[in-house]
T-cell receptor, first 117, second 111 residues
Framework: DAGVIQSPRHEVTEMGQEVTLRCKPI?????LFWYRQTMMRGLELLIY????????DSGMPEDRFSAKMPNASFSTLKIQPSEPRDSAVYFC???????????????FGEGSRLTVL | GEDVEQSLFLSVREGDSSVINCTYT??????LYWYKQEPGAGLQLLTY?????DMKQDQRLTVLLNKKDKHLSLRIADTQTGDSAIYFC???????????FGRGTSLIVHP
């Protein structure tokens, strides 16, 4: 498997524009997580899905943020409108309850670095 | 306060041992993890320890767990420049596959 795939790797946009980040989890994984990483706040869990259903979105900072998972192999995180304070690295991760090691290991993508000017 | 706490920076000389410390608050934690994040990359599981263990050794890595004090440490022997990264401590609870991460410790290895 290619691992968790995120796109774009880098995005530079202007304040007010819509941003869509994409994630393809590892095939067969039933949990998908979106994290945001900044110097100020470290790694923050924004939202996670189980079997494509959003379970906990309490980490989503504002209504400007939304996430969807229309099927088991694709998820999006959308920011509309974007603001400079949204600049961060956004990570997608996936995991599986059927993981043979049963350790709950999360597999992370390489991240999408967002810069809002 | 945060559920998982760790210092933000550690600087060591190449060849020395590094010890990264972490404290957690949930006594029902089942797994304690160390993830490594290299520059420009995502986090990757480095090692983990079950809560019923005191120590785990894997080549240059030694994980120590003190359940009484809720303290976890990661020791890297013979630290190399390639070990420069951010190390995240995380705790996981039985029945939940949602780990709680610390803020990460940036390990800087200098010649």
């Amino acid at each position: 498997d290619a691992g968790v795939i995120q796109s774009p790797r880098h995005e530079v946009t202007e304040m007010g524009q819509e941003v869509t980040l994409r994630c393809k989890p590892i095939s067969g994984h039933d949990y998908l997580f979106w994290y945001r990483q900044t110097m100020m706040r470290g790694l923050e869990l924004l939202i996670y899905f189980n079997n494509n259903v959003p379970i906990d979105d309490s980490g989503m900072p504002e209504d400007r943020f939304s996430a969807k998972m229309p099927n088991a192999s694709f998820s999006t995180l959308k920011i509309q409108p974007s603001e400079p304070r949204d600049s961060a690295v956004y990570f997608c991760a996936s995991s599986s309850l059927e993981d043979p090691s049963r350790t709950g290991e999360l597999f992370f993508g390489e991240g999408s670095r967002l810069t809002v000017l | 306060g945060e559920d998982v706490e760790q210092s933000l920076f550690l600087s060591v000389r190449e060849g020395d041992s590094s010890v990264i410390n972490c404290t957690y608050t949930d006594s029902s934690s089942t797994y304690l993890y160390w993830y490594k994040q290299e520059p420009g990359a995502g986090l990757q599981l480095l090692t983990y320890i079950f809560s019923n263990m005191d120590m785990k050794q894997d080549q240059r890595l030694t994980v120590l767990l003190n359940k009484k004090d809720k303290h976890l440490s990661l020791r890297i022997a013979d630290t190399q420049t390639g070990d420069s990264a951010i190390y995240f401590c995380a705790e996981g609870i039985r029945g939940s596959y949602i780990p709680t991460f610390g803020r990460g410790t940036s390990l800087i290895v200098h010649p």
